[in-house]
T-cell receptor, first 113, second 115 residues
């Protein structure tokens, strides 16, 4: 199957700082990628659709100015959590489609102190 | 209408038994229904998926049963093993294009297979 990587796998930051998470499709190109957030023992909630070469599409209730998404190339999408607060602590997961299937990255655990 | 309802929330099965997880949806525009397996601290991994034009799909010990008229689908894990212990999510993709579109996830089922 296709491989999607994320970096970093975990990050701890202080409240008020910004954190960037990378999502890469390793062996295929993806014009679209998706970003999800998952709180402990809960389901995955779609945050936004990342579109290569154009603006991201955000789901209702997701602050676009807080969660900045940049799809700079056909293999890389980045999610930047700006001015992070403890309530932003969560598991962030990206996915990319290939061959009619969605492949997920391993996730990034964000802890905001 | 965008929700996917999943049950049960948790499930305990004896080794060798059959695990059954059910999902229901409202939106008739959904046209792609995958099941994912997730271990703690890991991303979801695709297990098996089905489209509305078939009523059943089997891959190894995993089977999806799909009832289009009832808008329900289920995952059956045959000969369940302790290594199957994980959280299982059903999902559905709205609009056309199948997996190239966003997924709406069910609430998840925590499966524990006892040895």
């Amino acid at each position: 199957g296709a491989v999607v990587s994320q970096h970093p796998s975990w990050v701890i930051c202080k409240s008020g700082t910004s954190v960037k998470i990378e999502c890469r499709s390793l062996d295929f190109q993806a014009t679209t990628m998706f970003w999800y957030r998952q709180f402990p023992k809960q389901s995955l909630m779609l945050m936004a659709t990342s579109n290569e070469g154009s603006k991201a599409t955000y789901e209702q209730g997701v602050e676009k100015d807080k969660f900045l998404i940049n799809h700079a190339s056909l293999t890389l999408s980045t999610l930047t959590v700006t001015s992070a607060h403890p309530e932003d602590s969560s598991f962030y997961i990206c996915s990319a489609p290939r061959g009619g299937k969605q492949f997920f990255g391993p996730g990034t655990r964000l802890t905001v102190l | 209408q965008q929700q996917v309802k999943q049950s049960p929330q948790s499930l305990i099965v004896q080794k060798g038994g059959i695990s059954i997880i059910n999902c229901a949806y409202e939106n008739t525009a959904f046209d792609y229904f995958p099941w994912y397996q997730q271990f703690p601290g890991k991303g979801p991994a695709l297990l098996i998926a089905i489209r509305p034009d078939v009523s059943e799909k089997k891959e190894g010990r995993f089977t999806i049963s799909f009832n289009k008229s009832a808008k329900q689908f289920s995952l059956h894990i045959m000969d369940s093993q302790p290594g199957d212990s994980a959280t299982y999510f059903c999902a559905a993709s709205p609009n056309y294009g199948g997996a190239t579109n966003k997924l709406i996830f069910g609430t998840g089922t925590l499966l524990a297979v006892q040895p």
